[in-house]
C-alpha cells in the first residue's frame, strides 16, 4: 500500500476545488462571485520524514500555477532546520480567477454552455425572480448544460404557454417547432416552468397530469351521462338520453333546478330508474373530483353513491369538499348492516377518517376500517334501490 502524502497532492487540491464550483456558478449567477477562493487544507511545515515532505511539497509545485501557468496558486512560507537548512513550505493555496477554477477542474466548455444557456433563458423569460431561484438548484442547471437538453425547444413551449394559456388543443398541435414527443420528453422542467410563470387561474393545481393541469388535449375523459327524464333530453339539446361526454362539453349544458345523480359503477349507472328532472352521471372512481368544473352543479341537487368502503368515504369526502351541499345514498351505517352478508374483505393503506362526513357515514367508514370490509354498491337488490329513489 503506497504511503500517504505529509503534505496536500495536487488531485486532492483538484478534488477541493471540484467542490467549490457549485457555490461559484450560485454567486455567478446573483452576480456576486468573489475571488480568490481559498482552497482550504492542512500545510504542515514539519514532520518526522522531512525528505519525503520536501518531495511532496515539489510535487505540488509542479502542478500549480506557478508551473503550469493556470490552477492553483502557491502562497510560500520559508522555514529554517539545522539538518535541512533553508525551505520554502506551502503556507496557504487559493484560486486567483475564474478562469483558474474552470481550467483546473475542466469545466471550460460545461460553464460557457451554461452562460448561453443562462443568457438566453433570461433574454427570452426574463430575469423573474421565481426562475433565478429555479437556476440555483444545482440538479436545475446541471440539467441546463445537457448536450440532450434542447433549450430553444424549452423556452418556444414555455413563450407559446405563457402567450396562450390553456390553449384547449393536442400537444402535436401547438404551432412550436418541436416533435411530438418534446412535452412528454421534457415534462419535468416545463411543468416546473410553468408552474412558477403562468398566472394562477392558468394552472389546474388539483390536476398532477401534465395536459390537464395546463389546459391541453389528451384524450379527454369522458363521462357517461343518462337522463333519467325523457323531458331533459329536448330540454338540454342533447340527441340521447344516453352518452358519454368530455367535460368541456358537459360544461356547455344549460341545467338547471335539476337533481344529478352521481354513481361510480356503470352497471348500476344503466339500470337507474326513471325519475323527473334528474340526470345520472358515471363519476369513474377518482375522477369524480374534476366534475367541480361543471358550473350548474352548484345549483343542482346532487346525490352521490359509491362503493360503502374506505376508498368510497374517501372519494365522498374529496367531492363533498367542492360540493358541500352534496348527499349520499345507499352508503349509511344502516345500509351496511342491512347487506352485511353480501360484503367482502378489503383492506385499504388509509388508516383515519376522512373529513366532510356525516355521523352515519362516518359510522359506516370506522365499521369498514376497523372490520376489513367493502360492500359495493352493485350487490344492493335493484328493488332496494329503486324504492329508495322514488322517495
Not at 105 to 113: G, L
Not at 240 to 262: K, N, W
Not at 345 to 359: D, E, K, W
Request: hydrophobic share 40%; proline share 7%.
Amino acid at each position: 500500500m503506497p504511503k500517504a502524502s505529509p503534505i496536500i497532492t495536487p488531485d486532492q487540491v483538484r478534488q477541493k476545488a471540484e467542490r467549490l464550483y457549485p457555490q461559484f456558478v450560485r454567486d455567478w449567477l446573483a452576480g456576486t462571485t468573489q475571488f480568490p477562493l481559498v482552497v482550504r487544507a492542512s500545510l504542515p511545515t514539519t514532520g518526522d520524514d522531512v525528505p519525503a515532505m520536501i518531495a511532496a511539497v515539489e510535487r505540488l509545485r509542479s502542478a500549480s500555477k506557478e508551473q503550469c501557468g493556470f490552477g492553483y496558486t502557491i502562497h510560500w512560507k520559508t522555514i529554517r532546520s539545522r539538518t535541512f537548512g533553508e525551505n520554502s513550505f506551502p503556507q496557504r493555496i487559493e484560486i486567483d480567477s475564474p478562469e483558474d477554477l474552470l481550467r483546473l477542474i475542466d469545466h471550460e466548455a460545461a460553464f460557457s454552455r451554461l452562460q448561453r444557456v443562462v443568457e438566453k433563458v433570461r433574454s427570452t423569460l426574463g430575469k423573474v425572480e421565481e426562475m433565478e431561484a429555479w437556476l440555483t438548484i444545482k440538479a436545475n442547471w446541471e440539467k441546463l448544460v445537457s448536450e440532450e437538453l434542447d433549450v430553444d425547444g424549452l423556452l418556444a413551449v414555455t413563450q407559446y404557454f405563457l402567450a396562450h394559456p390553456q390553449p384547449d388543443c393536442f400537444a402535436r398541435e401547438l404551432p412550436v417547432p418541436v416533435d411530438t414527443k418534446f412535452i412528454e420528453r421534457n415534462e419535468t422542467i416545463l411543468r416546473g416552468w410553468l408552474d412558477m410563470l403562468l398566472p394562477p387561474a392558468a394552472i389546474d393545481v388539483n390536476e398532477k397530469k401534465f395536459s390537464r393541469r395546463f389546459g391541453l388535449r389528451d384524450g379527454e375523459l369522458h363521462y357517461l351521462v343518462r337522463l333519467l327524464d325523457p323531458c331533459l333530453t329536448t330540454e338540454l339539446g342533447l340527441p340521447f338520453d344516453e352518452l358519454s361526454l368530455p367535460l368541456r362539453h358537459l360544461s356547455s349544458l344549460r341545467a338547471s333546478d335539476i337533481t344529478v345523480i352521481i354513481v361510480e359503477n356503470k352497471v348500476n349507472l344503466l339500470t337507474l330508474p326513471q325519475r323527473p328532472r334528474t340526470m345520472a352521471l358515471g363519476g369513474v372512481g377518482d375522477g369524480v373530483v374534476q366534475l367541480a368544473k361543471l358550473p350548474w352543479l352548484a345549483t343542482s341537487r346532487l346525490l352521490y353513491w359509491g362503493d360503502i368502503d374506505v376508498d368510497g368515504y374517501r372519494i365522498l369526502s374529496g367531492f363533498r369538499h367542492r360540493f358541500p351541499h352534496v348527499e349520499s345514498i345507499f352508503m349509511s351505517s344502516d345500509v351496511l348492516e342491512r347487506f352485511r352478508e353480501f360484503a367482502v374483505p378489503y383492506r385499504s393503506p388509509l388508516s383515519q377518517a376522512p373529513v366532510n362526513l356525516t355521523v352515519a357515514e362516518q359510522q359506516a367508514f370506522d365499521r369498514c376500517l376497523s372490520d376489513s370490509l367493502r360492500l359495493e354498491q352493485e350487490r344492493l337488490p335493484g328493488q332496494f334501490v329503486n324504492v329508495g329513489l322514488s322517495r
